[in-house]
């Protein structure tokens, strides 16, 4: 359980933070950029649930809890050292994506099939759902761009990986079942 008595430390004053293990790094260091992105990407995720209703909003309650997790695992490096950890560190699991892909699939079922891609927009829904979908690619780009360098949960990419496909058809769906989508004309405005 997390406690937090006092909200400002000083400890990152110089331009540093601690990761999960308690190692100091520069607070523009790879992983910091990755974790921090995914945090960014659960403030943006808020921000949609504003117009979500029902089953959306409850995936979306779903998804930011999913992006604390991953939070948690990104922000732990040394995955070979888990087992000798005093606590053991929360890693994203199958389960997440599995999850991820069931509900991709109940939504694209009733979807007409894209003959065209789609500008971002439509609903207000919809829109904020394709920010969140960018978002989430970048925090996948920094996360792959991580795992060149360092040991990073594959799960946790396939994750976000997954999720830019979820925020992709959830804004479908929010666009009428797509009816709404807005249309790329190729050339439009030559």
């Not at 659960?42 to 930011?64: H, K, P, W, Y």
């Not at 604390?68 to 994203?92: H, I, N, S, T």
Request: net charge negative.
């Amino acid at each position: 359980m997390v406690v937090l008595n006092k909200i400002y430390t000083r400890t990152g004053d110089k331009g540093d933070t601690a990761l999960g293990n308690g190692d100091r790094v520069a607070k523009h260091d790879a992983r910091v950029e990755a974790y921090g992105t995914s945090d960014e990407l659960n403030c943006f995720v808020g921000v949609a649930r504003l117009q979500a209703e029902g089953e959306t909003d409850a995936a979306l309650s779903r998804i930011q809890n999913d992006l604390f997790d991953l939070g948690a695992d990104l922000c732990r490096p040394d995955m070979a050292k888990d087992a000798e950890a005093e606590y053991p560190p929360l890693r994203m699991n199958d389960a997440q994506v599995d999850r991820l892909e069931a509900e991709i699939d109940v939504m694209n079922a009733d979807l007409e099939p894209l003959r065209s891609f789609i500008l971002p927009g439509g609903t207000p829904l919809a829109a904020q759902l394709h920010v969140c979908r960018t978002i989430a690619r970048r925090a996948e780009r920094l996360a792959t761009a991580l795992a060149d360098h360092e040991a990073v949960n594959d799960i946790a990419v396939r994750y976000l990986n997954r999720l830019s496909d979820w925020f992709f058809v959830a804004a479908r769906v929010a666009n009428n079942g797509g009816k709404d989508d807005v249309l790329w004309v190729p050339g439009a405005n030559r």
